[in-house]
């Protein structure tokens, strides 16, 4: 009995010595404590906490090993114990023998360790991976504070279930609350853009394509929508199929909207610049805002007398079209009419009232389906209003920031266009005014210029008849004086009738050329005409015109223009002095020229002699005669022959007058060709 007793002690020894072993030599970090102090340490606990052996780590008690912010859970884990209750797995932060801190895994098992109630303990050191969650944790938070500080969110889509998950940060972006029962983002997604941003995940994506990119409208909370950028990459299953999709959506609606509106105006300040009609231009401005501001539908009225006319409005629905044709100003114009009086913006977050309070027109705006109008007055920049621009709105909404920018802007754009065409329509009809004076003088000076004539050639043919004498001696010579002087004064009031008649027909269009090819011939042919206005302001006259010369040109029309020049050139040049006639080919064309010796004219009183009845200072003073019109019609003639005309002078040398005809052999050559 005695024997048996002791082989039964010697096997629970050896079994004891077997489990002591196989714990001091155990991979794992292991402990038995009786709640409060540590009563074994195998090996590897006393390397993962950092002790020099397991016997200096025995003996230590709870309140060393774990940090004061734990022991509370300590006191209640103790507590458990001494009632034999289940102790769950929990995580603790373990001061090592080297006084740093690590986080461990503990699991507990209540056991009995020499004689007494004790816990067995296993250690797993999970502070890497703490260490590793924590970065990932503050590395997701990085970026999503980076995405939403960009105006972006996050998302993933499952192919399988064909939803949208992870997207709580997406629904924060739109305003609704992730927690409630927010709708699905794919409901959100705009109906016109629907089809694209599924295709681009699915049936529409090429195979070899894993990445995506496609810009789209989301609806907000409140109704209205953002324009987001969306970035995908496809995550493939190991057959290669799609799985998921993990995509980022960044808010772009202010770039967007930047981008329309630059557009917008470059197109609309573009087409102000080439005269484009103002319903045009306009048109462009209300288009713009409807782009820029989702949902919406735009138009511009105009100010007309006591009204304001809607100039453009081609998505307003059709049957609130009529009454919104013509709008009195003021409040029987509604928001409209009431913005132009008051020259400030008109925000009508919901249209109507309660009951009577709604009026007759927005009752008809509201069975429309427009719910909310903005109304931006057009005023110039002496605060007289022009018009209006109005945007209506399906829901009930105020204007954002962003929209005040697009009201601001295309409310001056369409200024800018109402009053250049305002100034149009009076240079228009300051023109037509200043052609029908111009018509009325014209006919007025031919009239008189023909009335005048008749008598005035009466009156020179009756000086002439009594200068000679023709009917016998006057008698006394006094009286032939007179006579000479009534024909010289006389002619002189003829030459200057005949520039006024000559000038009013060309002014009226009533001189008509008949271009032919003019030669030395025919310039030879009226020489002794320009030989005799010379030699009347006693000048002598130098003809040299090329044997070859030819120009295409009306005879008439260059007769008259080299008596003016020549006529000019003796009269305002030296006393007996040369007045050269010259006519030659250049490359350009056919040229003649007429030159003086006179004192010129300085250069900045050239433009100025070419302009109806203007003279130099110089000219008044040192000669006679003359009205400013002989080289206005040189000009005015030379333009009827598409020939060029200018003047070159220098002071105290002379003066050139140049005329540039079309060559008679290039146009005759392109004329056959």
Same mark, same amino acid.
């Given at each position: 009995?005695?024997?048996?007793?002791?082989?039964?002690?010697?096997?629970?020894?050896?079994?004891?010595?077997?489990?002591?072993?196989?714990?001091?030599?155990?991979?794992?970090?292991?402990?038995?404590?009786?709640?409060?102090?540590?009563?074994?340490?195998?090996?590897?606990?006393?390397?993962?906490?950092?002790?020099?052996?397991?016997?200096?780590?025995?003996?230590?008690?709870?309140?060393?090993?774990?940090?004061?912010?734990?022991?509370?859970?300590?006191?209640?884990?103790?507590?458990?114990?001494?009632?034999?209750?289940?102790?769950?797995?929990?995580?603790?932060?373990?001061?090592?023998?080297?006084?740093?801190?690590?986080?461990?895994?503990?699991?507990?098992?209540?056991?009995?360790?020499?004689?007494?109630?004790?816990?067995?303990?296993?250690?797993?050191?999970?502070?890497?991976? %703490?260490? *590793?969650?924590? $970065?990932?944790?503050?590395?997701?938070?990085?970026? !999503? #504070?980076? =995405? /939403?500080?960009?105006?972006? @969110?996050?998302?993933?889509?499952?192919?399988?279930?064909?939803?949208?998950?992870?997207?709580?940060?997406?629904?924060?972006?739109?305003?609704?609350?992730?927690?409630?029962?927010?709708?699905?983002?794919?409901?959100?997604?705009?109906?016109?853009?629907?089809?694209?941003?599924?295709?681009?995940?699915?049936?529409?994506?090429?195979?070899?394509?894993?990445?995506?990119?496609?810009?789209?409208?989301?609806?907000?909370?409140?109704?209205?929508?953002?324009?987001?950028?969306? %970035?995908? *990459?496809?995550? $493939?299953?190991?057959?290669?199929?799609?799985?998921? !999709? #993990?995509? =980022? /959506?960044?808010?772009?609606? @202010?770039?967007?909207?930047?981008?329309?509106?630059?557009?917008?105006?470059?197109?609309?300040?573009?087409?102000?610049?080439?005269?484009?009609?103002?319903?045009?231009?306009?048109?462009?401005?209300?288009?713009?805002?409807?782009?820029?501001?989702?949902?919406?539908?735009?138009?511009?009225?105009?100010?007309?007398?006591?009204?304001?006319?809607?100039?453009?409005?081609?998505?307003?629905?059709?049957?609130?079209?009529?009454?919104?044709?013509?709008?009195?100003?003021?409040?029987?114009?509604?928001?409209?009419?009431?913005?132009?009086?008051?020259?400030?913006?008109?925000?009508?977050?919901?249209?109507?009232?309660?009951?009577?309070?709604?009026?007759?027109?927005?009752?008809?705006?509201?069975?429309?389906?427009?719910?909310?109008?903005?109304?931006?007055?057009?005023?110039?920049?002496?605060?007289?209003?022009?018009?209006?621009?109005?945007?209506?709105?399906?829901?009930?909404?105020?204007?954002?920031?962003?929209?005040?920018?697009?009201?601001?802007?295309?409310?001056?754009?369409?200024?800018?266009?109402?009053?250049?065409?305002?100034?149009?329509?009076?240079?228009?009809?300051?023109?037509?005014?200043?052609?029908?004076?111009?018509?009325?003088?014209?006919?007025?000076?031919?009239?008189?210029?023909?009335?005048?004539?008749?008598?005035?050639?009466?009156?020179?043919?009756?000086?002439?008849?009594?200068?000679?004498?023709?009917?016998?001696?006057?008698?006394?010579?006094?009286?032939?004086?007179?006579?000479?002087?009534?024909?010289?004064?006389?002619?002189?009031?003829?030459?200057?009738?005949?520039?006024?008649?000559?000038?009013?027909?060309?002014?009226?269009?009533?001189?008509?050329?008949?271009?032919?090819?003019?030669?030395?011939?025919?310039?030879?042919?009226?020489?002794?005409?320009?030989?005799?206005?010379?030699?009347?302001?006693?000048?002598?006259?130098?003809?040299?015109?090329?044997?070859?010369?030819?120009?295409?040109?009306?005879?008439?029309?260059?007769?008259?223009?080299?008596?003016?020049?020549?006529?000019?050139?003796?009269?305002?040049?030296?006393?007996?002095?040369?007045?050269?006639?010259?006519?030659?080919?250049?490359?350009?064309?056919?040229?003649?020229?007429?030159?003086?010796?006179?004192?010129?004219?300085?250069?900045?009183?050239?433009?100025?002699?070419?302009?109806?009845?203007?003279?130099?200072?110089?000219?008044?003073?040192?000669?006679?005669?003359?009205?400013?019109?002989?080289?206005?019609?040189?000009?005015?003639?030379?333009?009827?022959?598409?020939?060029?005309?200018?003047?070159?002078?220098?002071?105290?040398?002379?003066?050139?007058?140049?005329?540039?005809?079309?060559?008679?052999?290039?146009?005759?050559?392109?004329?056959?060709?």
């Amino acid at each position: 009995m005695n024997e048996s007793r002791l082989s039964a002690s010697k096997q629970l020894a050896a079994a004891s010595d077997r489990w002591r072993w196989l714990l001091h030599e155990s991979p794992a970090a292991m402990l038995v404590t009786d709640g409060e102090r540590v009563l074994f340490a195998n090996r590897t606990a006393a390397e993962v906490l950092k002790y020099g052996s397991p016997g200096e780590l025995a003996g230590r008690t709870m309140w060393e090993l774990n940090v004061p912010e734990d022991y509370k859970l300590v006191r209640e884990r103790i507590a458990r114990l001494r009632r034999r209750e289940h102790l769950p797995l929990r995580e603790a932060r373990l001061r090592c023998g080297d006084g740093t801190v690590k986080q461990f895994e503990v699991a507990g098992y209540p056991i009995e360790y020499e004689g007494q109630d004790a816990v067995f303990v296993r250690l797993t050191d999970v502070s890497a991976a %703490r260490h *590793r969650e924590s $970065a990932e944790r503050e590395a997701r938070e990085r970026l !999503a #504070l980076a =995405i /939403d500080m960009i105006g972006g @969110a996050t998302w993933v889509y499952d192919y399988a279930s064909d939803q949208m998950q992870e997207h709580e940060g997406l629904l924060r972006l739109l305003g609704y609350d992730p927690t409630g029962r927010p709708p699905q983002v794919l409901d959100l997604i705009h109906p016109e853009d629907l089809e694209g941003v599924r295709g681009r995940l699915t049936h529409r994506r090429p195979p070899d394509l894993w990445e995506t990119s496609n810009e789209h409208r989301l609806r907000r909370a409140d109704g209205t929508y953002i324009w987001v950028r969306s %970035r995908a *990459r496809i995550i $493939a299953d190991e057959s290669g199929h799609p799985k998921r !999709a #993990l995509g =980022i /959506d960044t808010d772009i609606t @202010a770039e967007k909207r930047e981008r329309i509106l630059r557009d917008g105006r470059a197109a609309a300040l573009s087409a102000i610049t080439m005269g484009v009609p103002l319903e045009v231009v306009l048109r462009t401005v209300v288009k713009t805002a409807e782009q820029a501001i989702d949902g919406s539908i735009a138009a511009v009225f105009c100010i007309e007398g006591d009204a304001l006319v809607l100039a453009s409005g081609p998505s307003l629905p059709e049957s609130l079209r009529p009454h919104l044709a013509r709008l009195p100003l003021g409040a029987e114009g509604g928001c409209v009419g009431r913005a132009a009086v008051e020259v400030r913006r008109i925000v009508k977050e919901r249209l109507g009232g309660e009951g009577s309070k709604i009026s007759p027109l927005a009752m008809k705006a509201t069975a429309a389906g427009i719910n909310a109008a903005w109304v931006e007055p057009i005023f110039s920049a002496h605060e007289r209003v022009l018009g209006v621009l109005s945007v209506y709105l399906p829901q009930q909404s105020a204007p954002r920031e962003s929209d005040d920018v697009v009201l601001r802007e295309l409310s001056d754009v369409a200024r800018l266009a109402i009053e250049h065409a305002h100034t149009q329509q009076r240079l228009r009809e300051a023109r037509a005014e200043a052609e029908r004076a111009n018509r009325a003088k014209s006919h007025f000076l031919a009239t008189m210029s023909h009335e005048l004539r008749t008598p005035l050639n009466a009156v020179i043919g009756f000086a002439e008849v009594m200068q000679h004498g023709v009917f016998g001696p006057i008698g006394n010579p006094r009286y032939e004086a007179y006579a000479s002087d009534i024909v010289v004064s006389a002619r002189h009031l003829l030459d200057i009738l005949s520039d006024i008649l000559d000038m009013s027909r060309i002014e009226a269009g009533r001189w008509e050329v008949s271009p032919d090819e003019i030669g030395h011939a025919e310039i030879a042919g009226f020489s002794h005409m320009l030989s005799a206005v010379a030699e009347q302001h006693g000048c002598r006259l130098e003809m040299d015109i090329a044997p070859d010369f030819a120009a295409w040109a009306d005879l008439r029309a260059v007769k008259q223009i080299l008596i003016n020049l020549t006529s000019n050139a003796a009269r305002y040049g030296a006393v007996g002095g040369t007045v050269r006639v010259t006519g030659r080919v250049s490359p350009v064309g056919a040229v003649l020229e007429v030159h003086d010796e006179g004192p010129g004219i300085p250069g900045e009183e050239i433009e100025m002699l070419l302009q109806p009845f203007e003279r130099s200072e110089r000219a008044k003073a040192s000669v006679q005669g003359g009205i400013g019109l002989g080289l206005p019609i040189v000009r005015q003639l030379a333009e009827l022959q598409n020939a060029d005309f200018a003047l070159e002078s220098e002071v105290g040398v002379g003066t050139c007058a140049r005329l540039t005809f079309p060559a008679a052999q290039a146009v005759v050559a392109l004329r056959q060709g």
